[in-house]
């Protein structure tokens, strides 16, 4: 039990993290969703458990500590309630003057399910098309899903307004309050199916400070999707998706006066700063035994936007296809390519074109050999649009990159030993006639590394080197890296961790820069009666400018710290639920 002048301290750190009255202040969502409200009746009714600790690093350099301080001192407290099950969580940090507090925000997330019934209560997320909507919203919904018909409807808020004082130079961003109402229909399942969804979102104009309104307009939408697929065999099927936009930038400019336009008047004013605009795919979808290929179709109109996405890619088509197998039971296979243009309706100065393309294969041989190898492109292109490109500022590039992973194990009684081995070549070229190379890059990267696992001393030891060489415009850097590191558990308890790395880096940049770095780091950690950590860890490090130079004074650096810490984790208060008597069995 702790002791009450312990308790007392607590309660008045508590306090203060409740009231906050300086220093950082971060709120962390609680959300009380449908498996909380569900686990209420099999969760204790209060914990009160936290953790306090503290962190003391001392650092020096030989070049003076101009970029960090010589000693670093923090502590820390935190708290978490759990009221059957809904934990709130209250934290306090100091570092060097520095003070921060964490303290808990509600949210209500219930839905509440009855047969094929389901329903939205707070902050929730509802399945639309992905062309229309993929935001929360915070209001109610209900849903029907049986094994064919489905349909939902919700409504809600979808954004909070941010309408801080404009004349703080630390405002945030502004943004108006937003509403959304949607509606969805389906049916079928499988390879055959169809569903159509409805959302109408707009903003409220006076949710914003008139300050901020001359700046900002607030925005208005409808959208409607229908997605569906069909199977033309077992094997063999058809999917799609459209949707359509009508997005208004300015909700407060003029009306548009036509009976066209007027016909949905009711639920959507058409306004001289409306945009409409479609979004859609296709693709088709093989899928036999040992091999699986699909090939998709994919166009945005310029300036389709809706308000339920918080970011769409527009003004482009896409074409792609991709294909696997597997070859005698071990090789797999698997290949894709894909092209993007945009400037769909001509009105850009350039049309800009990029394909994607790779192929990759792995195959096990026997129990202890892995081969992984494959290879992967991009090639970008510039043509005319309005205008004609420039020959010599034209976008033509072209980049390669392969790679080989094999890897070996052995596993024995008392030793385990893996060889591993990585290879990558990149390649990135201008391929414009009137390029002078200066932005191609070739890079080369090759590592390999052994670890040996030592079963009785539950111990690993693992050394890797690895070597990178970068040829550039009339440069070239290598890099070569050692390492070995290891780790292992001691005491009865193995409540003792040591571990340790050594490595070694040269790197050279040719005719500018050679040095020479060496380092160790070793960490230690010690766990008493489950609740008291001592931690301590050191670093030394040192830096060899290797260049021939008469400047003796900046040949080399040492950096040393040194970080010792602890942590103590508790439980304040339980009050458990009485276990009831198992009732004794019947004669």
Same mark, same amino acid.
Request: net charge positive; charged share 15%.
């Given at each position: ?17 409740? !009231?906050? %009255? ?48 010589? @000693? ?44 094929? @019934? ?15 909507? *993929? ?13 064919? &018909? ?39 399942? =499988? ?7 409805? #959302? ?28 569906? =697929?069909? =199977? ?10 459209? *949707? ?43 899928? !036999? ?8 179709? /994919? ?20 074409? =792609?296809?991709?294909? *696997? ?36 294969? $792995? ?25 004609? %490109? ?25 030793? +385990?030993?893996?060889?591993? #081995? ?10 414009? /006639? ?14 390999? $590394? ?6 009785? @001393? ?23 890296? &050692? ?54 860890? *050191? ?19 040492? +950096?040393?710290?040194?970080? #010792? ?7 304040? !208060? ?6 009831? %008597?198992?009732?004794?069995?019947? #004669?």
């Amino acid at each position: 039990m702790m002791s009450r002048k312990f308790l007392r301290a607590y309660i008045i750190l508590f306090l203060l993290v409740w !009231l906050a %009255p300086a220093g950082t202040l971060r709120a962390q969502s609680i959300t009380l969703g449908q498996n909380t409200i569900s686990n209420i009746s099999k969760s204790e009714p209060l914990i009160i458990t936290g953790a306090i600790g503290t962190q003391h690093t001392y650092y020096h350099s030989t070049v003076g500590n101009g970029y960090r301080s010589p @000693w670093n001192n923090s502590f820390y407290a935190n708290m978490n309630v759990s009221v059957y099950g809904i934990s709130m969580p209250f934290a306090f940090y100091y570092s060097n003057n520095n003070t921060s507090w964490n303290f808990p925000h509600f949210s209500i997330h219930i839905d509440p399910t009855y047969k094929n @019934w389901r329903g939205h209560f707070g902050r929730s997320n509802m399945a639309m098309s992905s062309y229309i909507m *993929a935001t929360s919203f915070n209001g109610i919904g209900l849903e029907y899903n049986s094994q064919k &018909l489905r349909f939902g409807a919700f409504y809600g808020q979808l954004r909070n307004a941010v309408n801080d004082d404009p004349t703080d130079p630390a405002a945030r961003k502004p943004q108006y309050k937003r509403m959304g109402w949607g509606l969805k229909v389906g049916y079928g399942s =499988g390879h055959t199916f169809i569903d159509a969804y409805f #959302l109408r979102a707009y903003d409220i104009t006076g949710s914003l400070d008139e300050r901020w309104q001359a700046n900002l307009r607030p925005q208005d939408n409808i959208a409607i999707a229908l997605r569906g =697929g069909v =199977g033309i065999t077992r094997w063999l099927n058809l999917r799609g998706n459209l *949707a359509y936009s009508a997005f208004t930038s300015d909700k407060t400019s003029r009306r548009i006066e036509t009976t066209e336009a007027n016909r949905w008047d009711k639920i959507f004013d058409s306004r001289y700063t409306t945009l409409m605009r479609i979004a859609g795919d296709v693709s088709m979808n093989l899928n !036999l035994k040992n091999f699986t290929a699909s090939m998709f179709y /994919r166009m945005v109109q310029p300036d389709y936007t809706t308000l339920g996405l918080y970011y769409t890619s527009n003004n482009y088509q896409a074409l =792609g296809i991709n294909a *696997a197998t597997t070859l005698f039971r071990k090789i797999s296979l698997s290949a894709s390519f894909s092209g993007q243009e945009d400037n769909i309706t001509r009105r850009q100065l350039y049309t800009t074109r990029g394909f994607v393309y790779n192929a990759n294969a $792995s195959t096990n041989l026997g129990e202890r050999i892995t081969l992984t190898a494959g290879y992967s492109g991009y090639r970008q292109l510039q043509t005319d649009g309005t205008a004609h %490109p420039n020959d010599s500022t034209r976008a033509n590039r072209i980049m390669h990159s392969l790679f080989f992973t094999p890897n070996y194990t052995i596993d024995g009684t008392t030793l +385990e030993h893996t060889v591993a #081995l990585s290879v990558n070549y990149t390649q990135n070229k201008d391929l414009n /006639r009137f390029a002078t190379g200066i932005s191609d890059v070739k890079t080369l990267a090759a590592g390999t $590394s052994y670890s040996m696992g030592i079963k009785p @001393w539950e111990m690993t030891v693992t050394t890797s080197f690895s070597h990178q060489q970068s040829d550039g415009y009339n440069t070239r850097y290598t890099s070569d890296i &050692l390492s070995v590191s290891t780790g292992r558990s001691f005491l009865k308890e193995k409540n003792l961790n040591v571990s340790g790395t050594l490595s070694a880096c040269y790197n050279n940049v040719k005719d500018q820069m050679r040095n020479l770095s060496m380092g160790f780091d070793m960490q230690c950690g010690y766990t008493m009666k489950k609740v008291h950590v001592f931690s301590m860890s *050191a670093g030394f490090n040192k830096y060899s400018d290797t260049n021939i130079s008469e400047d003796q004074s900046s040949r080399g650096t040492t +950096e040393l710290s040194v970080s #010792l810490g602890y942590n103590y984790t508790f439980s304040l !208060l339980e009050i458990k639920k009485k276990s009831r %008597p198992t009732p004794a069995p019947s #004669l």
